[in-house]
């Protein structure tokens, strides 16, 4: 029997995001707690259309980390998944579109988690970097997996996973920089005035 990976993967993935929207849903969100949503996936699809033209150097996965850190593993991820979709609406939608959106979706969920540790503070600032550089080859584990379905079709190999993983690397390592950059510049700045939207609209984590 035949197995086409690229579709195979393709409708796991939907799956999964399904899941994801549904257990969103079921939560019954108020609308003030949607609207820090749908504000910071405006800012994270507009950063990524501006720095279109560096690809691998965006400013998304640090604005969806915070996000998570902030108001939650569950938001999160509805940042990072609908920053994917939102954004691909002008840069251009394809089979890869519901591998972007888990992947950055659950960047944003993982950061969650780690916020909910209750680390020490200066520990838990360091973490959060060092998980903001290696959040970027997670995602391109999940993304770069498309290309491998792709490629194989209906044998994956290990030549062709070691292929495409090697050459992405590079892009990865440049992506993991960006994140360590990009959250210098707007942890700080995002984190404070997140908390006095919290503490005068009385918002918790989702």
């Given at each position: ?32 707690e949607i ?42 991820f509805m ?79 290990l030549r ?47």
């Open positions: 029997m035949k197995i086409n990976f690229p579709i195979i993967s393709f409708v796991v993935v939907l799956i999964i995001l399904a899941f994801f929207f549904i257990a969103f849903e079921l939560k019954k969100p108020k609308a003030k609207i820090p949503i749908a504000v910071m996936c405006a800012v994270a699809s507009v950063g990524r259309v501006i720095f279109n033209f560096l690809p691998q150097i965006q400013p998304v996965t640090a604005i969806v980390i915070i996000m998570g850190i902030c108001f939650g593993k569950h938001s999160g940042v990072g998944a609908l920053s994917a979709l939102v954004s691909n609406m002008i840069i251009g939608q394809g089979f890869w579109t519901p591998f972007q959106m888990l992947a950055w979706g659950l960047v944003g969920l993982i950061a969650g988690v780690i916020a909910d540790m209750n680390l020490p503070k200066n520990i838990n600032v360091l973490v959060l970097y060092v998980y903001a550089f290696i959040s970027a080859f997670f995602y391109g584990l999940i993304t770069d997996f498309w290309t491998i379905a792709f490629l194989a079709g209906e044998s994956i190999t062709i996973v070691l292929s495409v993983y090697s050459a992405g690397f590079i892009f990865n390592l440049m992506h993991g920089v960006g994140n360590v950059v990009f959250m210098l510049v707007f942890y700080r700045l995002f984190m404070e005035r997140f908390e006095r939207i919290s503490q005068k609209y009385g918002l918790g984590k989702t």
